[in-house]
């Protein structure tokens, strides 16, 4: 019954069709009418009464009105032949007018009187109705299936009844399919433009169209699935025949018709299988069927339908590659070079931005999409987006599997390396090929570290493929099977197609010049050093060593020539930049792969300092930031082997070793470079040398002491108070190398660079000499000799020095940074005193377990007051107020002390002693004062407390 009823279904459909053309037909007499008697009642209108002495005028327009009223056929007849009526039918390319605009144009009053200069408003397109999507859309979307349905169930009828063979049912299902098919074409041709503009994604003559393609796909599979009708061969041609049919029917049907034929043919591989499955057949037939799509894509300018073609290639190129028992890289390799010359050539081809239709506009003031307001934005949002990133990516990931899947698929690596370049190739000459630029890039240094680093995707790079085995045989390893070779040429073809990509692009897209600058070197550079790294000899490598050179100096080269050629023109700098760190890049790659040791790290240097003597021959920006990279890959060096020669061969000799050279000659020529750019107008390089050399400085002369302490050894030792001490008076002395280098030559590298070395240096007093390499604590020994002992190098002398220190910033510098030197070198003064104290009743050992004498601490009350008196008199030498505020709190601390230790711990005369030499002391302090006060101008408000220091 159900069968019945789809074909009443559609007879009803075709007679609705035909009544509605005959309607229409009516519908354009009608209008036709009407507008003879609106012209009629405009010439007897008030308008023409009124002109009545101007009868020849009247005539003449009457006249030239008449041959449009004869000429006028009907609301249809503004198209422009048979070939755009086509196109408006069976859903290409929009109308040049839309249908609203030329019904308005037939019914309004005619406006070619008006003045030219006044625009004629583009009526607003109404929404479509709720009415409108049921009767005219969904009635034609699920008509459509019905019919598919339709021929389905009848097949189905006819099995389960049994009234025919199969042969027979197949036969008619076919007929029906055709005939389908037929009446599409029928309607297609018959159908008014009007409906067709109007509904485009609902056109009848493509849905009937549809139908038929699907019920002949199922008729031929079912054949040969089911029946076995059809061998495979026959049953493959004919899904082929189907599925081309369809795609050459979307020319004149639209877009949906020829996704529907590419996902046919995509299937068809899919559901015919043979015994001797055949990779030549396989992507031969996906080839044509991709190259049918463009082409189709291309005559109708297409964008979804390219796309999927492309996803479906990528989809059946993977599931080649990983499932397959047996992959051969020849069929994959040429459809890999299909799709780009297919893209190059054909769709999108030399496509612009102009050649893309806009979408229209559907307000009453149309607007054109905004265009992208930078030369990036429009970069990156190229014409016909989906169709280039699709592509690249159907040829990007197979290349990355094939380098995945090297040595087990053979010559999979030369595979990966074309297709690599044929993606460069096009990103080279396509201006839209951002993408695929992009993807090559990644690709080729992601295939690279597979193939080398990553093999097997496993992250030990000396990964093998086998185990090892009991017989004794040995397993094959994966880096021995890659091609140095090869990747060499890979590197070298990809830098020859970046700087013709740059010559290219720069004539017209700057933009996509200056990304391809930086690809050019970027990624030559990270093939060849992934190369060295991973199968060079580290020591020693002549063959990486010298196409390093050479690749560099070429980049220098092509850095003079696009220099010369570009001074005037915008993103010349960039080309400039990437162009000579490449360079630079490879040269010190080369310096790597010939030297080692002592000699890579001072060529580094020397190549920094080369660069800013260039300046004086070139002009060039990114010169002096060559010294600046060179000193970080030197510290870098540093940081990875501090011996720069390696432990075993590291001289013991004090100072004169490999250290002096290693550290103080990049340091001594950081200085250089600083001074040579002078008067460079950049300040940011300048000051960023001069912080770098006088960190190097500091380096160098840390790490010789550490050797020399160390017994000409360095390791990882926690180092004594006698090493740190030493390190803190470095660093005093380079804060006041620092403050006279910015007095004689004002620099913020030095003005603040001094003050922050001083502030770290006072934070390391704090933590180390009090409290982590503090003898009290340690019970470090200080030595046999009294004063000339580990105290006085420990506090002694930084205190001393941070006194001198305080005393040269002394209006020099922000008050309380000097506050804060002064207040140091009096803490290690009293530390001093204190463990000197200590070190007398206890010898060289003053360790916190041994406890304190009663005339320990007798002695510690007397020495604290003598140390606050003498502060107090340097205090009052040198105008300080900050010493003398200090020596008031070492009285203070003195007081606390007698008060409560000496109190409750002393005995005897010790405790009376105690008390009358604090007593005394106080009363000389009061003394003294006031001798100072009455000394001054003998004004009663005592103005020196109050005086600054």
Known sequence: MLEILTLVAFGLALYTLNASRTSAQKISEEVLRLRREVEALKAAGPVAAAEAGKADDVATADAADEPEQKTFEGPWAGTTGELEKGRAIFGGAPAEEAPETVAASETAPDVSAAPAATPVATPAKPRESFESRIGARWAVWVGGVALALGGIFMVKYSIEAGLLSPAVRLSLAAVFGLLLIAVGEFVRRRTQPLIANAFQNAMIPGVLTAAGALTLFAVTYVSYAVYGYFGPLTAFVLLAVVSFGTIGLSLLHGQALAGLGLLASMLTPALVSTENPSAWGLFGFLGIAWLATFAAARIRRWQAVPA????????????????????????????????????????????TAEDVPRPAATSATPTPPASPSTALDRLFAPPLLAVSLT??????????????????????????????????????????????????????????MKMTALPGGLIDPFTLIEPPTLDGAQPVSVLGMVPVNLLLVLAVAYAAVGLVAVRLQGRGERAFAAIWSILAPAVPFAILAVSFLTLGNLSFDPKHGLLAIVLGLVFFAAAEMFSRESEAQDGADVTQWAFVAGGFAFLVLALHALTDGLATTLGIAVLGTIAVFATRLRRWPVLPWLMAAAAMLVAGRIAWEPTIVGAANLSKTPVFNQLLAGYGIPAALLALSAFELRRWPGERIRNLLQALASLFVLLTAAILVRHGMNGGVLDSAVPTLGEQATYTLLIIGASAVMMSLDLKSPSPVFRYGSMVVGVLSVLSVLSAHFIGLNPYFTGELLGKWPVLDLLLVGYLLPGLAYGGLALYARHRRPLPYVIMLALTAVALAFAWVTLSVRRYWHGEGIADWKGFLQPETYAYSVVWLLLGVMLLAIGSKFDSRSIRLASAGLVLISVVKVFLVDMSNLEGILRALSFIGLGAVLIGIGLFYQKILSRKSGTEDAAELNAEA
Do not use: C
Request: aromatic content about 8%; glycine content about 10%; proline content about 5%.
């Open 391 to 448: 592509g690249a990516l159907a040829m990007a990931f197979p290349a990355l599997v094939l380098a995945s899947k090297v040595p087990a698929i053979a010559h999979g690596e030369y595979a990966f390396a074309a297709i690599v370049l044929a993606l460069a190739v096009l990103g080279t000459l396509r201006g839209w090929a951002i993408y695929p630029a992009l993807l090559s890039a990644i690709a080729a240094v992601g295939g690279v």
């Open 308 to 351: 999927l073609a492309n996803a479906g290639m990528l989809m059946w190129t993977l599931l080649y590659l990983t499932q397959a028992s047996y992959v051969d890289v020849i069929p994959v390799l040429l459809t890999m070079l299909l799709l780009a010359l297919g893209h190059g050539l054909l769709w999108p081809g030399s496509v």
